[in-house]
């Protein structure tokens, strides 16, 4: 039985597999993924005021989104180990609407691309901000978890629509 389909993880009879990127050549790769995550207007203002009990929540969650994006082949089963060459967390606080937008910007010279890494890294620091500040908002909601772009490799450049 063979089978055509867009989903590279799987070989021709439908078997999960990792890809092998053995005789692509190493291009500069960039991904830039983003989320949200929306709380209490008074959990907020801790966040800001820098008066979380657990200490400088962004500081940490920032650490966390580099160290999940390092570990990223550890956490999701068909991802390849890379060597990643930057990983960059920003947050950007909006107090109209009482949240906080995490941007990662990841990048490689290799064979394969960074749009998991940089997705995990979001979702990991997302998540941090969410574990540092349960005990004041267990009604945190994390959203918008996307991929906003991508860069190099064969398939070029992905930019996301509005």
Do not use: W
């Amino acid at each position: 039985m063979t089978t055509t389909s867009p989903l590279t993880h799987f070989d021709a009879t439908g078997q999960a597999h990792m890809v092998d990127v053995a005789a692509k050549p190493a291009t500069h790769r960039v991904a830039v993924a983003q989320g949200r995550i929306t709380m209490n207007a008074a959990t907020l203002a801790i966040i800001l005021e820098g008066t979380a009990k657990k200490g400088d929540v962004l500081g940490i969650a920032r650490i966390a989104g580099i160290m999940a994006a390092k570990k990223t082949s550890e956490l999701i089963p068909l991802c390849h180990p890379l060597a990643l060459t930057r990983v960059a967390i920003d947050f950007s606080p909006d107090i109209s609407s009482a949240s906080i937008t995490c941007q990662a910007t990841v990048e490689t010279v290799g064979p394969t691309g960074v749009e998991m890494e940089a997705l995990t890294a979001v979702q990991v620091a997302l998540l941090t901000i969410y574990d540092m500040c349960k005990a004041a908002d267990r009604g945190m909601t994390m959203t918008g978890i996307r991929l906003l772009e991508k860069h190099g490799g064969k398939s070029g450049s992905f930019i996301a629509t509005p």
